[in-house]
């Protein structure tokens, strides 16, 4: 399974670019990497997902160099609502023996004024 | 559409009480998960099912946690003789196929064992 490694904790303040870098060293070729972002009393919900390269939607975008073994969650123009924990999870679902998806610890993004 | 649904939202009960924690999958979802969140932790596996084939019970702590899934829709999450240490957030999720689409969760089930 692979396993991610993020940042803890980071600050930023209202207006500013953030970008989130999570490490997945081992990660296997049918993998995808999802982010999650999850506010408290709530579920994580769906941010983006990636296989490689850069993918853009609406609310952010992903960053996945060629070699796949880390990748960069970019926030543009934060905002106080954007405070919240960001998970980055890499896995398929729909392998039988690995299929179970494990979370990381997240990274506790503080959006200051 | 609807969403994960997940009941009770919260539940207190006594040490040493059985508990069932209930879980509504998104219609056609053949993927499904549960989790526990401790206070400020992050998400920690307990099970997932996926499809027909037998579920992957791995991350169930101890013998007094049991899941089933019935008819490949509603799952039904058991804590035996709970105790202090249950207690948490209880997060379920689904997905559909194909195999990397993204999950849907649930908001949880709160338990606190007293």
């Known amino acids: 399974l692979a396993k991610t490694t993020q940042p803890i904790s980071m600050d930023s303040y209202e207006g500013q670019e953030v970008n989130i870098t999570c490490s997945h060293n081992n990660i296997a070729t049918n993998d995808y990497i999802t982010w999650y972002q999850q506010f408290p009393s709530q579920g994580p919900r769906f941010i983006i997902q990636g296989y490689k390269t850069k993918v853009t939607n609406e609310v952010a975008s992903l960053f996945i160099p060629a070699d796949r073994k880390s990748s960069t969650l970019s926030l543009p123009r934060v905002s106080l609502s954007d405070t919240a924990v960001y998970y980055c999870l890499v896995g398929d679902a729909g392998s039988s023996n690995t299929g179970k998806l494990i979370f990381g610890q997240g990274t506790t993004l503080q959006v200051k004024p | 559409g609807a969403g994960v649904s997940q009941s009770p939202s919260n539940k207190v009960t006594e040490k040493g009480k059985d508990v069932e924690l209930r879980c509504d999958p998104i219609s056609g979802h053949t993927a499904l998960y549960w989790y526990r969140q401790s206070l400020g932790q992050g998400l920690e596996f307990l099970i997932y099912?996926?499809?027909?084939?037998?579920?992957?019970k791995s991350g169930l702590p101890s013998d007094r946690f049991s899941a089933e899934r019935t008819g490949g829709s509603v799952s039904t999450l058991t804590i035996q003789r709970t105790q202090q240490e249950d207690s948490a957030v209880y997060l379920c999720?689904?997905?559909?196929?194909?195999?990397?689409?993204?999950?849907?969760f649930g908001n949880g089930t709160r338990l606190t064992v007293t």
């Open positions: 999720a689904s997905s559909p196929p194909p195999h990397y689409s993204p999950l849907h």
């Open positions: 099912f996926q499809g027909n084939s037998a579920p992957d």
